[in-house]
């Protein structure tokens, strides 16, 4: 590993992580929230932010937790995403690092989730493109006969890690399916994108930082061959669109790829595996799910607001901002706490209940908002309420065997492993919802 990539890191996190620290043994309540304890319950924190006002100075960035203050910047083309929660380090230093340029990769650009308009939209018509209903419709059936698999595969006794076996493995089923992948390969996907989506986060260690590059090296390895694969001989998958649309060169199709592979099956597999938690938690919603079916879409719904899958964001004001009364000069960078927003009493009566029949769940900002919206959206609303449908009345004497163990990342919050006992099989999985 080079100088420069430590020296990238030390500007992206190292700095960041060691002003946290500083202020979070000082007893500030946002770098308390990015903390480890903070990540495991980090509700207590944003309800205090909450309490400061609408829009908060930290050491770092600004943050809210306001729903109508996050939705308004998302939608504001004065404020634009930048890489990562940079501190600047000397310019010699800066030229000195981007003599090595990292592997393409989701937190960088020319990722479409780290560019402005109007280059972001160069990055990302061409796979929105390939979002088409047809291709939507293929890949639902690909969803019921996965989770049809997957839960035959299940074994009918012990303790089973329903994140291992179930809840990542439909979501990359369906990735492969899109990127036009051969299935032999998911399991180093899973590797490389546990290893890399810490990468999105705010001051990860020098230790996972190089893991994440590692992974990252080993990822465009493996899309170099894959895409000259494609280029060769087409498919209709939307890596083959991307390739032939021929607006974005090999760097940008490779960071766009792993940006398509990091936010399309980690947080699928985030929200599936949060909502099996939430359910085996809350057995009367459950129960109210077997009488009531037609529910399920509304339930994954609750979930997304209750759980967010990406729990926060930024952006950077792109010129001199005043808002809620605050100048914001050119610069400024606002973490945007979408879990906060979610659970706005503003908008959400007695938010920190979690009421699958809510009337308004849908509102909630977990796809985000704006340009950098979610088209992955009802993509994952199909896959999430088929799977967990189907799993659920598959399995319906299920019980937590221990508690979920979380992932020790704030960005991509969500459970590396929920320990269940499976039970009873009941064989004819009824025909889906949603
Ligand atoms: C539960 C599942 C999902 C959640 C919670 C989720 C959430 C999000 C959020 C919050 C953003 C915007 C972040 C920001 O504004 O800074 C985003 C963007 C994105 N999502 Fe999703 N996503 C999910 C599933 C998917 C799927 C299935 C795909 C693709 C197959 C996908 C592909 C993308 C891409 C490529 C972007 C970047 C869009 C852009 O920058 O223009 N996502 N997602």
């Given amino acids: 590993m080079t100088i420069q990539y430590w020296l990238r890191w030390l500007s992206l996190h190292g700095v960041p992580r060691a002003v946290l620290r500083y202020h979070s043994s000082r007893g500030d309540t946002f770098a308390r929230m990015l903390s480890p304890k903070g990540i495991v319950d980090p509700h207590p924190y944003i309800e205090r932010i909450r309490a400061q006002g609408k829009l908060v100075k930290t050491p770092l960035p600004w943050v809210t937790c306001d729903y109508a203050v996050a939705k308004a910047i998302l939608r504001d083309n004065r404020f634009g995403v930048r890489s990562s929660a940079r501190i600047e380090i000397p310019k010699v230093l800066q030229r000195f690092a981007n003599r090595v340029p990292p592997p393409a990769n989701p937190a960088d650009p020319p990722a479409m989730l780290r560019m402005n308009p109007p280059e972001h ?37 012990g303790t089973v890690d329903l994140v291992e076996t179930f809840a990542s493995r439909v979501p990359i089923a369906i990735i492969f399916e899109m990127l ?16 890399m989506t810490p990468m999105l986060d705010v001051g ?68 599936i595996a949060h909502a099996v938690s939430l359910l085996l938690g809350h057995p009367d919603q459950w129960d109210r799910l077997r009488a009531e079916p037609e529910l399920w879409p509304n339930a994954v719904e609750e979930v997304l607001r209750y759980e967010p899958p990406v729990f926060i964001t930024a952006r950077s004001a792109l010129t001199d901002v005043e808002l ?20 706005d009493p503003a908008v959400f009566t ?14 909630h900002l977990a796809f985000s908002n704006g340009v950098h919206a979610c088209f992955g959206a009802n993509l994952a609303r199909m896959e ?34 929920v320990p269940v006992e499976l039970g009873r099989s009941v064989r004819s999985t009824p025909s889906p919802a949603g």
Avoid at 180 to 194: I, V, Y
Avoid at 213 to 242: F, W
Avoid at 324 to 343: D, H, I, K
């Fill in 324 to 343: 809620e009364g605050v100048p914001l000069p050119q610069g400024s960078m606002v973490m945007l706490s979408l879990g906060g927003a979610n659970r």
């Fill in 121 to 157: 939209a160069t990055m990302r018509r061409p796979v929105v493109s390939a979002f088409t209903p047809r291709a939507i419709k293929k890949l639902r059936d690909r969803v019921e006969s996965v989770t049809e698999e997957l839960l035959a595969a299940l074994p009918s006794s």
């Fill in 204 to 271: 990860v260690s020098w230790s996972t930082y190089d893991r994440a590059i590692k992974a990252a090296t080993e990822l465009n390895d493996y899309l170099d061959v894959h895409i000259e694969r494609l280029r060769r001989d087409p498919g209709e998958d939307v890596l083959s669109t991307m390739i032939t649309g021929g607006e974005l060169d090999q760097y940008a199709l490779k960071a766009n790829t792993s940006i398509i592979i990091g936010a399309g099956f980690e947080t699928t597999a985030n929200l």
């Fill in 350 to 363: 007695d938010p920190q209940r979690f009421d699958i029949a809510r009337p308004n769940a849908g509102e």
């Fill in 180 to 195: 036009g992948m051969p299935r032999e390969d998911e399991a180093k996907f899973l590797a490389w994108g546990e290893d």
């Fill in 384 to 417: 999430s309420t088929h799977a967990l449908r189907a799993l659920f009345e598959r399995f319906p004497d299920m019980r937590a065997a221990a508690p979920p163990r979380l992932r020790q990342q704030l960005t991509f919050r969500g459970n590396a492993k």
